[in-house]
């Protein structure tokens, strides 16, 4: 970041540098090697580069409770890319040792600049890597021989590609409540609810182990993986220009808090008038009152909501439109956008 602001890069951004091609030493899968021989510098330019987009999905199998790398398989993975090719690599009953090395393989032969998913920086991709290294795979699908590795704000760094969990978007779709990747797709047109073969994942077991319920889990998952596809054509162009007007990198900005992303943004401002922003230093902790927290009275309950909000209250206003400008009292119409109607009382 500190190299970035120094010499004013901007993610998602075009610029120039001079260079010299070298020999290739590092081993890194690219066509060419360069050392740069200047500083680079921004050039204004709006033309989208041609990047070649991989989405994957997997489907993990296990027959009692929640899967766990340590002794369940990957049954199940498939992958779509932005120039119309979809693969499925299936276990043979579960033996999902040839899945992950042809996953890999592929990957690499493709060779992506943007791999995408939907919960993949939470779920894919550290269940690959455990179940890899269980397995005694080197899950080297980056351009550096290396594996996946969890970075700076939790999300899943791919050494010299982009690895974008577009889960992490999904807050800017306020119209849809649950983020699942089905709904998503429906609200942006990717692919409509009634169109699809949902499963739900306590299903996955009896739907892997029946011969006649199987390609019904296969095209489940196709459709998956062509859902993260589309969400990813239809909100990439966003996740860029956030990139580049924040200034955090691609990877990144999706999984940074918004606080985060503001302060890169105030950093790079402030540094382009000669302000240095003070480092941050640790200050001690002072408690201070919280919410009211009822006791729980011990036994089986019956018909429980839950409503949960993250501690981002401004999040909370603009997504709820509950901001105290945005009051409509009863005497007057309402709004062509609807209001928000609380649930107590008349406020």
Partial sequence: ??????NNITPCGWHEVETEEIENKLGVQVDKLYLAKSFPHSVEKAEMPHLRILSFSTIFYSPKGAPKPEKNPVVV???VTNTGEMRQFVAKNT????????????VRNFDPDIIVGYGTNRQNWPYLLGRSRKLGVNLFVDRANTEPHTSVYGHVSITGRANIDFFDFADYLPEVKVKTLENVADFLGVMKIQERALIEDVDFPAHW????????????????TKCVL?????M??????LSNLVGLPLDHVGAAAVG??????????AYKIDELVPKRVERPYFPYAGGVVLETKPGVHENIAVLDFKSMYPNIMI???????????????EPPCGVNVAPRGKA
Avoid: C, H
């Fill in 1 to 6: 970041m500190r190299y970035l602001i120094d």
């Fill in 95 to 106: 033996n999902d040792k040839p899945v992950l090395e042809s996953f890999i393989k592929y």
């Fill in 319 to 333: 997504t709820q439109n509950v901001s105290p400008d945005t009051y409509v009292p009863p005497s007057e119409p």
């Fill in 260 to 269: 985060f992303r503001v302060e890169w943004f105030l950093i790079r401002e």
């Fill in 77 to 79: 993975i498939s992958t």
């Fill in 230 to 234: 589309g969400i990813a054509e239809a």
């Fill in 209 to 224: 182990e029946s011969p006649e319920k199987r390609p019904l889990l296969l095209k489940f998952s196709k459709e998956n």
């Fill in 236 to 241: 990439l162009n966003f996740a860029m220009q």
